[in-house]
């Protein structure tokens, strides 16, 4: 807690000048920071991005849906907080050599390279009676399989399951290998051990790709013009269609080295290769690919809500085979700090918040303590007028109703007073007597000075005793001792005296008991009376309501607590007030 004093001007200043010296430390340190978050940074990007013609060129960058007017060489400066932010890259048209793969990655956000996704893949596609192209099935490849390497033979090659269901009319199959997904798909994509099981649970199956005896004398032509039996190249560039030796002896994979987005090359058997087919049978094809596929036109790359760094976009030229050539393009990427993020606006802020907050507070203080003294000034004049009052009546009001009671009671003892007006006087008597109690009670819970817990319990002992008294019934008292500065305003007195009177005339009139038992307890901030008897009881369920529980229900329900009972016949009868007592 701070607290503000007319001669604290020395320790505020001391404030302030903490504060501006942590903002000076800050500022000293910032360059330190960038540095360290620009730490993975080399120094032979920042040299990539003078290339003059380099391979790779960023072509647009895109903030929030709007293209960037000016792509600076040195640095690319981004509003703050983008929300999206796109880049679109590829091959530099001006140069001889522009690579046909190529990856990229913004260095300083994440770990990853992106390359673009395409696909080739192998289709089977049924025919009907007449050699007609009725249906296919494909199962594509992207990107590299894993475990690549450069390489097929230091590869792993993966083995993959096919389920295929014959479709309504077919009665052959034939198979494709083929490059021609999107046009701008190069790459490597080899396929051995193709086989076909014809039916589910068929131990023979059919072997695709027949061997190819090696021969010498065609080494250097056998991979562009030797098929196996049953294959055929096709495509619009059917070189790229390779034949692979790719294990001991005569097995051959069947391969597609492509080069060109603008052509493609297929592997494909001839029509009526394979087993006579029913429509609705499953077929299973099993074969064993490799493969590393990339995108040879431009490429676009999106990031959500990049946050204020220094970053920096690398893009790296690859090789046919997905492997990287050794040399990057890279451009600058700034995201500045939002003004709210600075050093010097938080100085500002906390500098006038803190001149607020103090301000505020010596307000708050001073309103606070103003109202303080009006409420004790309300207080004051509330206690000594309810004291005038209890003093009016116990002075005016209950000395005059005691000479009444008095004159009456002489009154009887005339010796010429008939018998009717005798009885008359007596319950004249009796009513101011009555009175005089009701007036002590009013006098009691109007009087400031029993405003405590201790005074309400020894008001309940009193008040009990004297009507168990009149009563002739034996009243049992459990009361502890109890705090007298635990607050009890006067209408929870009154409500409470009330309450537990209704409960002790209740036992009078109705009850037929000899005892009457009176406890207190008080748990924490909930103060618990009960009143008991061991007269005849009665039935809750079958027994007529009354306004006497209501009335006490209804008291309790005003001080937020509740008022229960339990009887039975012949087992007398308990009362159970339970309320919470006001917080000091």
Not at 133 to 160: C, L, N
Not at 304 to 310: D, K, V, Y
Not at 345 to 370: C, N, P, Q, Y
Request: aromatic letters at 8%; charged letters at 20%; hydrophobic letters at 45%.
């Amino acid at each position: 807690m701070c607290v503000l004093k007319h001669h604290g001007g020395k320790s505020l200043f001391a404030s302030l000048s903490g504060i501006g010296a942590f903002a000076i430390a800050l500022t000293l340190a910032a360059p330190a920071l960038i540095a360290q978050a620009s730490r993975d940074l080399s120094a032979d990007q920042v040299a990539d991005s003078k290339e003059q013609k380099p391979p790779l060129t960023l072509r647009l960058v895109e903030v929030n849906g709007r293209a960037l007017t000016v792509v600076s060489n040195d640095a690319l400066h981004l509003p703050t907080h983008p929300d999206t932010t796109s880049f679109t890259y590829g091959p530099n048209l001006l140069v001889s050599n522009a690579p046909l793969r190529f990856r990229c990655q913004l260095d300083g956000y994440e770990q990853s390279w992106h390359e673009g996704t395409v696909w080739m893949r192998v289709v089977i596609r049924f025919i009907d009676a007449n050699q007609r192209d009725i249906a296919e099935k494909s199962f594509e490849v992207r990107g590299e399989s894993p475990g690549w390497t450069g390489s097929f033979q230091a590869s792993p090659w993966i083995h993959r399951k096919e389920v295929v269901s014959v479709p309504a009319d077919a009665v052959h199959f034939w198979v494709v290998i083929s490059s021609a997904g999107p046009p701008d798909a190069v790459g490597f994509f080899a396929v051995r051990k193709l086989v076909v099981w014809p039916s589910a649970g068929d131990t023979n199956g059919i072997s695709m790709i027949p061997p190819v005896k090696p021969d010498a004398s065609k080494a250097a032509e056998e991979a562009t013009k030797v098929s196996p039996a049953g294959w055929d190249r096709g495509g619009i560039r059917p070189a790229d269609a390779r034949l692979l030796r790719c294990g001991p002896g005569s097995e051959v994979a069947l391969a597609i080295l492509d080069d060109s987005p603008q052509g493609h090359a297929d592997w494909n058997t001839a029509k009526v290769q394979g087993p006579q087919l029913t429509p609705g049978e499953r077929l299973m094809f099993e074969w064993e690919e490799v493969y590393s596929i990339g995108k040879a036109e431009f490429g676009k790359v999106g990031y959500t809500n990049l946050p204020a760094g220094l970053y920096r976009f690398r893009m790296e030229p690859l090789n046919l085979m997905g492997i990287p050539t050794g040399f990057s393009v890279s451009q600058l990427v700034i995201v500045p700090v939002a003004a709210w993020k600075t050093l010097w606006f938080w100085v500002a802020v906390g500098v006038a918040s803190f001149a607020m907050v103090a301000g505020s507070w010596r307000l708050s203080a001073w309103r606070r303590m103003k109202r303080q003294v009006q409420d004790l000034e309300r207080l004051r004049d509330l206690e000594q007028e309810r004291f005038r009052i209890a003093q009016n009546i116990h002075d005016d009001l209950g000395a005059r109703v005691t000479e009444i009671a008095l004159l009456s009671s002489s009154a009887q003892l005339k010796p010429n007073l008939s018998p009717e007006a005798r009885a008359e006087f007596g319950a004249v008597t009796r009513l101011t007597n009555d009175l005089v109690r009701a007036l002590y009670e009013t006098v009691w819970a109007v009087n400031p000075k029993n405003d405590h817990l201790d005074s309400l319990a020894s008001f309940v002992c009193q008040m009990a005793n004297q009507m168990c008294a009149q009563a002739q019934l034996r009243c049992r008292l459990e009361i502890p001792d109890l705090l007298d500065d635990v607050p009890v305003a006067s209408p929870i007195r009154h409500n409470v005296i009330m309450a537990v009177k209704e409960a002790i005339h209740n036992v009078i009139k109705h009850g037929h008991a000899s005892e009457i038992q009176i406890s207190l307890r008080q748990a924490g901030r909930v103060l618990t009376l009960q009143v008991s008897d061991n007269g005849c009881g009665f039935d809750p369920v079958v027994a007529v309501r009354g306004n006497g529980l209501d009335n006490m229900q209804r008291r309790m329900r005003s001080l937020q607590g509740s008022c229960w009972v339990v009887s039975q016949p012949g087992a007398g009868t308990k009362v159970t007030f339970e309320f919470p007592l006001p917080v000091a």
